[in-house]
């Protein structure tokens, strides 16, 4: 019920300020698989329906993630911004945009915060395998995304904006990375970058595939954390269960 809210907050987004100041059907753009927690409102009643552990292990991790990060660090309302676009208006707290912005991102954070904290979902080592495809399984997905958006002409707003055609700069609608890293984190990125061929860098980044190698590297990594973490904390709760048991006999 709370992942069908969140899907609802999204899909009616088009209805409200600042959406609807914007021209239609290109406005649409902003319900489509656009991000990575757009990704995630749009999947997570289906995951959840379907019961794909290997979907549910993607929302337990990078949905976690991407929930709790955009809740913290909310780019656009930082910056002033609306689709990567200067705005004059101010990002009110308590507007219908704001207040759907982080209850959407509650939502994708406290899901899968549910399902690990009551066991309903759990990490098995035999499908940390399938992490790094799934990881770079949903960037395609957006990359197609916004390339059907391109081909829609859904983009030319942006272009517009920026007077040049936007589709490959890796600075412009590209929170989730799938153009590659922003020229304002690119200084705490050699851990990533390290592992990035130079040719897949420059002239541009190389869309989806220039992430290849660290999701290799760095997602079973990830993935066994989320595993140890939740291992260590499910034992704990066992073991208190059983001493509260115990102490009650």
């Given at each position: 019920?709370?992942?069908?809210?969140?899907?609802?907050?999204?899909?009616?987004?088009?209805?409200?300020?600042?959406?609807?100041?914007?021209?239609?059907p290109d406005i649409l753009r902003k319900i489509?698989?656009?991000?990575?927690?757009?990704?995630?409102?749009?999947?997570?009643?289906?995951?959840?329906?379907?019961?794909?552990?290997?979907?549910?292990?993607?929302?337990?991790?990078?949905?976690?993630?991407?929930?709790?990060?955009?809740?913290?660090?909310?780019?656009?309302?930082i910056l002033g911004m609306f689709d990567s676009?200067?705005?004059?208006?101010?990002?009110?707290?308590?507007?219908?945009?704001?207040?759907?912005?982080?209850?959407?991102?509650?939502?994708?954070?406290?899901?899968?915060?549910?399902?690990?904290?009551?066991?309903?979902?759990?990490?098995?080592?035999?499908?940390?395998?399938?992490?790094?495809?799934?990881?770079?399984?949903?960037?395609?997905?957006?990359?197609?995304?916004?390339?059907?958006?391109?081909?829609?002409?859904?983009?030319?707003?942006?272009?517009?904006?920026?007077?040049?055609?936007?589709?490959?700069?890796?600075?412009?609608?590209?929170?989730?990375?799938?153009?590659?890293?922003?020229?304002?984190?690119?200084?705490?990125?050699?851990?990533?970058?390290?592992?990035?061929?130079?040719?897949?860098?420059?002239?541009?980044?190389?869309?989806?595939?220039?992430?290849?190698?660290?999701?290799?590297?760095?997602?079973?990594?990830?993935?066994?954390?989320?595993?140890?973490?939740?291992?260590?904390?499910?034992?704990?709760?066992?073991?208190?269960?059983s001493s509260v048991k115990v102490a009650s006999?």
């Amino acid at each position: 019920i709370i992942s069908f809210f969140g899907l609802a907050l999204h899909l009616i987004k088009p209805f409200f300020f600042p959406y609807n100041t914007y021209e239609m059907p290109d406005i649409l753009r902003k319900i489509t698989f656009e991000n990575i927690c757009a990704v995630s409102a749009l999947i997570y009643p289906f995951v959840l329906i379907f019961k794909n552990k290997t979907l549910l292990d993607y929302i337990a991790t990078i949905g976690m993630i991407g929930g709790i990060a955009a809740f913290f660090y909310p780019t656009e309302v930082i910056l002033g911004m609306f689709d990567s676009m200067t705005v004059v208006y101010e990002h009110k707290l308590f507007a219908f945009d704001t207040i759907r912005f982080f209850a959407v991102h509650y939502i994708i954070f406290i899901v899968p915060m549910l399902l690990l904290y009551y066991q309903i979902h759990t990490f098995e080592l035999k499908r940390i395998i399938y992490f790094p495809i799934t990881i770079m399984s949903v960037l395609t997905l957006i990359f197609l995304n916004e390339l059907i958006l391109e081909k829609l002409g859904w983009l030319n707003e942006v272009h517009n904006f920026y007077d040049r055609n936007i589709f490959y700069d890796h600075n412009i609608r590209n929170s989730s990375f799938v153009f590659g890293i922003t020229d304002s984190l690119r200084s705490i990125s050699g851990w990533l970058l390290i592992l990035v061929p130079q040719k897949w860098q420059e002239p541009i980044f190389r869309p989806v595939y220039w992430i290849l190698f660290p999701i290799i590297i760095y997602g079973p990594i990830l993935y066994y954390l989320f595993y140890f973490v939740t291992n260590k904390i499910n034992k704990r709760k066992l073991n208190l269960i059983s001493s509260v048991k115990v102490a009650s006999q």
